[in-house]
């Protein structure tokens, strides 16, 4: 082996040691030793094994789970329907067991309660439904609904017809991102003004409380970003921060800035030749290093009084300056 070829290998082990470094001083050992009792039931086996003569078992054990103004002949037509059976053996392929995910929901729930102690768990179910990419799943007060039929990777023949952005987010990587940003939507406060800032703080809070909730994700994971749109957005961080201060775009009450920057799309919208090349919704990424800034610059903020300061109040005292 020659010499240079073992400084490029030592610099390598070194830069892996160096990352794994900093992402392990993210964790939490107080949230981690939390002991809790998370309840989660895979009611899509539970459907996927009943027949018509089960369903007022099913009704009586599960009534949240079934409306009243739905008819039993709509449930017992969905047991019965071969579209159903076909996406519950696919989601049973998938996930034959939910053990590595449950772990996940299990740490993201210690770090939910422990910087939320007045947090109720909810009861976790999971579904097989109708792949409806909008409704991965549903957190309330005391529900948690997860439709694995959403999670079962990019290349699925269920997402064959969905545009490539749209299928690479039908992944189970993104499961615990999803359950994150579900939470912190219920926790700060939506009140915005049509300012672009506005949105990309917003998001910046989203992402940011999602640092505290799942430090054992990748930051990647979190963005809903490959590595290589991560690592754009980081190259090229200073640019799009100039592109946005001398287009005047900061606080532009323009519309169109949210499916430019902020939406859900194969990419960003700077209107010049490397729009293909760039990562999608850089307005939530740029929100979020804001968001980090204030922090940095203001350490003794408290969680509760970050989610409901405004935006403007945030920027200013951030000083952000890639």
Known sequence: MSLNMRFRLILL?????????????????????????????????????ASAMDLPRLKNNF??????????????????????KEIHAEVNQAFPNFDKEKEDLERFFKYAKYYFPSY???????????????????????????????????????????????????????????????FAKQHIDEKRSRKFMSEMIYYGKILYLKDLLIPFKSDAAKLYYSEDQLQWA???????????VERNLIYSTDSTLEDRF???????????????????????????????????KNPNTSIKDLLNMESDAIFKKSNYKP
């Not at 939406?263 to 700077?270: C, G, I, Q, T, V």
Request: glycine fraction near 2%; aromatic fraction near 14%; include cysteine.
């Open 63 to 84: 009534p949240r789970l079934f409306p009243e103004q739905v008819p039993d002949s709509l449930w017992i037509s969905k047991m019965q329907s071969d579209l159903q």
């Open 120 to 182: 109720k768990l909810p009861k976790v179910y999971t579904l097989a439904e109708e792949v409806n990419y909008r409704n991965k799943l549903v957190l309330t007060e005391d529900l948690l609904l997860i439709s694995l039929d959403n999670y079962l990777g990019q290349d699925h023949k269920f997402y064959g017809g969905f545009a490539d952005y749209i299928a690479f987010q039908q992944d189970k990587r993104f499961l615990l991102s999803d359950v994150a940003e579900a």
């Open 262 to 296: 902020i939406n859900l799309a194969p990419y960003s919208k700077f209107y010049l030749e490397l729009d293909n090349e760039s990562s999608p919704r850089i307005g939530q990424y740029i929100g979020w290093q804001i968001v980090k800034a204030f922090m940095n």
């Open 234 to 244: 980081e190259e090229n961080e200073t640019q799009i921060w100039s592109f946005f």
């Open 13 to 49: 082990s070194l830069c892996c040691f160096m990352a794994s470094c900093d992402h392990n001083s993210k964790l939490n050992s107080e949230a981690e030793d939390l002991s809790i009792d998370l309840e989660l039931i895979r009611f899509d086996q539970e459907f996927a094994q």
